[in-house]
């Protein structure tokens, strides 16, 4: 599946003989930020050795701009994908990261903007906490339109907290609202529950009292996610998991799978799938699903998705109602969020948080951790 990606094209700053007649144009600097700033990330598609560190001009800013110290990154699929050729980049240098969190040093410098109710409906402030959902973010600093995927973060979460909540977060909450609504008395299957959003997905179904189903790999993965309330779950490399679902549902199948798995699991979960239920095709762990005969739906009815978080927060008024009820569920403790491993913001530090998520060594999310947490 392709994505346009909308990158921040990070420009030279500005010289000082210059600042001044552009005072009033698209870019403005304050002069405590540096020059350039480290970032890490590819020149290059390929295998994980197209890592390397960089050094980039401050990047620019606009107008309608926040600009966010970064604190935390996200490790998430979508940077695989990205970095081995499997979701097209449209321009290099790509910092390898599609999520994180920080601290606002820059309000927007559009008085209309500031004065708009929009604005101020977001909470930003300048010293505020934010997470943010946006291409190119493994940097010391990014820049994001005020009205983008940018979230103000409460003050009983952390920036850590949201940085490894907010992707994995905004994704089982969105799936489990809007492409199928999770209700009392569901029977949910979850493909790999032991991971980052696999716990999310069965901690939001088990509060709405769902019975949740869900594979993985290892008996300590098992115990760890029977440990967050997973209802029954199946090692699939020891047993079949189409024969233990339907056993577990009386034959009838889950009225919805969450797949982020994708080519090893898709036939299975036609076989195992609820009449009139809904498969959920989040993920591509284990690559693309192969494309798919209409015909294949015609024999359960079934409702067959393969959405992208992005356009379930498409809009403002989605974001400023996803991204609070989210930090609520977190607040809350009815969703925890773990984390397995906290990784240096180095080369080094981002080859090896990939191949740990693409290898099934985890459980929980992969923080980067760019600066001291607040």
Not at 20 to 30: M, P
Not at 254 to 265: A, C, F, N, R, S
């Given at each position: 599946m392709l994505f346009?990606?909308?990158?921040?094209?990070?420009?030279?700053?500005?010289?000082?003989?210059?600042?001044?007649?552009?005072?009033?144009?698209?870019?403005?600097?304050?002069?405590?930020?540096?020059?350039?700033?480290?970032?890490?990330?590819?020149?290059?598609?390929?295998g994980v050795e197209v890592i390397e560190n960089l050094e980039l001009p401050f990047p620019e800013v606009k107008p309608n701009e926040l600009v966010i110290k970064v604190q935390w990154a996200g490790v998430n699929f979508i940077d695989t994908y990205l970095r081995s050729g499997l979701y097209p980049v449209t321009a290099f240098p790509l910092p390898i990261a599609k999520e994180a969190s920080g601290i606002i040093t820059e309000l927007p410098k559009d008085e209309s903007v500031l004065n708009s109710e929009a604005f101020k409906s977001r909470g930003f402030k300048k010293g505020g906490k934010v997470a943010l959902d946006t291409y190119g973010t493994l940097q010391e600093y990014v820049t994001v339109p005020w009205d983008g995927n940018v979230y103000s973060l409460p003050e009983d979460v952390s920036t850590r907290l949201g940085a490894a909540a907010l992707l994995q977060g905004l994704t089982a909450l969105a799936q489990e609202t809007e492409s199928y609504n999770v209700k009392k008395g569901d029977n949910v299957l979850i493909h790999t529950v032991a991971g980052g959003v696999g716990l999310i997905l069965a901690q939001i179904a088990k509060t709405r009292g769902a019975t949740v189903i869900g594979t993985t790999s290892t008996p300590e993965k098992a115990e760890y996610a029977k440990a967050h309330g997973v209802d029954h779950v199946i090692l699939y490399r020891s047993e079949s998991t189409v024969d233990r679902?339907?056993?577990?549902?009386?034959?009838?199948?889950?009225?919805?799978?969450?797949?982020?798995?994708?080519?090893?699991?898709?036939e299975d979960d036609l076989k195992m799938i609820k009449r009139k239920g809904t498969l959920v095709s989040f993920g591509n762990a284990s690559g693309a699903v192969p494309p798919v005969p209409l015909t294949k739906l015609v024999?359960?009815?079934?409702?067959?998705?393969?959405?992208?978080?992005?356009?379930?927060?498409?809009?403002?008024?989605?974001?400023?109602?996803?991204?609070?009820?989210?930090?609520?569920?977190?607040?809350?403790?009815e969703v925890k969020i773990n984390i397995f491993g906290e990784y240096p913001f180095t080369a080094e530090g981002v080859r090896q948080a990939q191949l740990d998520l693409t290898g099934g060594k985890t459980t929980g999310k992969l923080l980067i951790k760019v600066a001291d947490d607040v």
């Open positions: 346009a990606l909308n990158l921040h094209i990070v420009r030279p700053a500005l010289r000082l003989s210059h600042i001044a007649r552009h005072l009033s144009s698209s870019t403005r600097y304050t002069m405590s930020y540096p020059a350039t700033i480290k970032a890490v990330g590819i020149q290059k598609q390929g679902v339907l056993e577990l549902t009386g034959g009838q199948g889950p009225e919805v799978i969450y797949d982020g798995v994708g080519k090893d699991t898709f024999q359960k009815n079934i409702k067959l998705l393969r959405p992208t978080v992005a356009n379930y927060v498409a809009t403002l008024e989605e974001r400023n109602y996803y991204g609070p009820e989210l930090f609520k569920l977190l607040a809350s403790g």
